[in-house]
């Protein structure tokens, strides 16, 4: 580990099970396809940490019920909780998060993202 870390020996609570999804059983090939939370969560927690070996998920940082998904008003919400209060690091990790769910998600959606402490 790099010396200096402000979060040296963070907690690890390690990762949920990836859940399968269920395809539609007709499927609209024209039609906007409905987003949901376990698809955002998907895409985000294999991020890693900017300071350590471990995913977003691995340390609680993020989590999937802090995301909130309105697919009618084309909006996600992510709220992610960082490893300590005064996280030097926090703006690199919503910078992650952000360009990941824009190169991910379709056009119309307004991704929003917001640090709890």
Known sequence: MVSGLINANPIVYGKKDHRARTAPVQVDE??????DQQEIFDHIRDI???EHPYS???LKVITEDAIEVD?????VRVTFT???EHC?????IGLCLRV???RCLPRRYKVCLF???
Not at 71 to 75: A, E, H, L, V
Not at 88 to 92: K, L
């Open 100 to 102: 990941k769910l824009i």
């Open 30 to 35: 024209y039609a906007a396809e409905p987003i």
């Open 48 to 50: 890693k940490d900017p």
């Open 88 to 92: 030097s690091m926090a703006t690199v």
């Open 71 to 75: 697919d009618k008003k084309s909006r």
């Open 115 to 117: 640090m709890f402490h």
């Open 82 to 84: 960082p490893t300590v």
């Open 56 to 58: 977003l998920e691995d």
